[in-house]
């Protein structure tokens, strides 16, 4: 359905869009978190690579939509026990959408809403 980034880095949503175009996906939905909490690690340079060097049509991270939200939509909009959430890395996302408030996309707080 998506692909939430953990980290707010400038190049990764671009490398994930190049992949998912590799691979036959170009419209699979990209979000990242708003902030990159990891700002002071050394740039990403495999992320820079891809994004840079392969097909895809996301033009900058600011172009995706926030990971907890874009969460709160998805699951707002499935029935309950349908969506399988697969995580890699940092759980931040996760958690973050965990502690989410009631918002436009659901009345639930965010452990009601998972």
């Not at 880095?9 to 691979?23: F, H, L, R, S």
């Not at 009631?102 to 009345?107: A, E, G, T």
Request: no cysteine.
């Amino acid at each position: 359905m998506a692909i939430m980034s953990v980290t707010g880095k400038e190049y990764t949503p671009g490398a994930i869009d190049a992949i998912n175009t590799y691979y036959g996906r170009p419209d699979l939905t990209i979000a990242a978190p708003v902030a990159d909490v990891w700002a002071t690690v050394p740039p990403d340079r495999y992320a820079e690579h891809l994004a840079t060097r392969f097909p895809h049509d996301l033009k900058s991270k600011k172009d995706v939509p926030q990971a907890v939200q874009l969460y709160r939509k998805i699951l707002s909009k499935q029935p309950d026990n349908s969506v399988t959430i697969i995580t890699v890395g940092y759980l931040r996302n996760v958690q973050n959408l965990l502690n989410s408030s009631p918002d436009k996309h659901s009345k639930l707080q965010g452990v009601e809403l998972v």
